[in-house]
C-alpha cells in the first residue's frame, strides 16, 4: 500500500498559447490538509481541475492508494470520493438549503424524490461542520460564510476521501473566513478525510495546512510540512 492517497506524476496542459501546468508532480498524504499556494495564473485551479476531469491533460499519470485511474469528468471524480468545492458559489438562491445540497444526487424512494429524508441527512452533514441551521430555509437569506458550508456540504454528500477546495474564502472578510476554516479543520479532525486547499493566502495556509505545495508557471517549486515551508 502506498503511503500517498494520491500521486499526481507528469501533469501536463496546454490551452492556446500557455502552457498551463508542466510536468507538475504532486504528492498528498491521507488525512492532512495540503495547501497548493501560487501567485494567480500558476496553475493551481487547472491542475485540480485536470484531477477531478474538468480538463483532460495532455500528459501525465494519476494514481489512488498506488493505483493508477483514469478521470474524464467531475461526475467520475465524485464516483472516485475526489470531490471539488469550486471557488464561484453554483447555488440556487431560490432553492432551499437541502435542495442545494442535494442537487443532482437526490434522495430517492423509487422514481420519488424523498425530501423529508434529504432534510434529515442536510442536516447530519452540516453537523459535520458543527453548523446548526434550518434547512427548510432558502439560500438566498444565508451570509457568504455559510452559503459556502453549504458548498462543502453538498460535497460531503458524495462521502470524498480526497476534499477540494477552490479558493473558499476569498470573497469573505476575516471573520467569516475564520469561522469557515474552523468548520473545515473541525471536519478534518473528526473524519480524516484529506483535504487539498487552493489559496493564494500564506496565512491561511499556516493557520490550515500540515503541508504546503507551492506552484510557479505551472511547474511544482517547493512542497513540504507547512511549519517548515512557511518559516523559511
Known amino acids: 500500500m502506498s503511503e500517498f492517497i494520491l500521486e499526481m506524476k507528469g501533469i501536463t496542459k496546454t490551452f492556446p498559447g500557455t502552457k498551463a501546468l508542466d510536468k507538475v508532480d504532486l504528492s498528498i498524504k491521507p488525512g492532512e490538509i495540503h495547501a497548493l499556494l501560487g501567485e494567480n495564473g500558476a496553475g493551481k485551479s487547472t491542475l485540480m481541475n485536470v484531477l ?5 491533460m ?6 489512488m492508494d498506488g ?12 464516483a ?11 447555488l440556487i438562491p431560490e432553492a432551499t438549503i437541502a435542495e442545494n445540497i442535494f442537487l443532482g444526487n437526490e434522495r430517492a424512494n423509487g422514481v420519488k ?7 434529515k441527512q442536510a ?12 434547512v427548510t430555509q432558502k439560500v438566498k437569506k444565508l451570509s457568504a460564510a455559510y452559503q459556502q458550508l453549504v458548498s462543502i456540504a453538498r460535497a460531503l454528500a458524495y462521502s470524498p476521501r480526497i476534499l477540494i477546495l477552490d479558493e473558499p474564502t476569498a ?20 473524519t480524516g478525510c484529506t483535504v487539498l486547499l487552493v489559496t493564494h493566502s500564506l496565512s491561511q495556509a499556516k493557520r490550515l495546512a500540515d503541508r ?5 508557471e505551472g511547474r511544482l517549486a517547493e512542497q513540504g510540512p507547512a511549519a517548515q515551508v512557511l518559516e523559511t
Open 80 to 90: 472516485k470520493q475526489i470531490v471539488i468545492v469550486p471557488q464561484e458559489l453554483n
Open 52 to 56: 477531478v476531469g474538468q480538463y483532460i
Open 123 to 134: 442536516v447530519e452533514l452540516l453537523k459535520l461542520l458543527d453548523v446548526e441551521i434550518d
Open 171 to 190: 470573497a469573505m472578510d476575516i471573520a467569516a473566513t475564520l469561522l469557515a476554516e474552523d468548520c473545515l479543520r473541525r471536519y478534518r479532525e473528526r
Open 67 to 78: 493505483k493508477p485511474i483514469k478521470i474524464s469528468s467531475p461526475k467520475e471524480a465524485s
Open 113 to 119: 424524490i424523498n425530501w423529508k429524508e434529504a432534510e
Open 212 to 216: 504546503v505545495l507551492f506552484l510557479s
Open 58 to 63: 495532455d500528459e501525465g499519470e494519476i494514481f
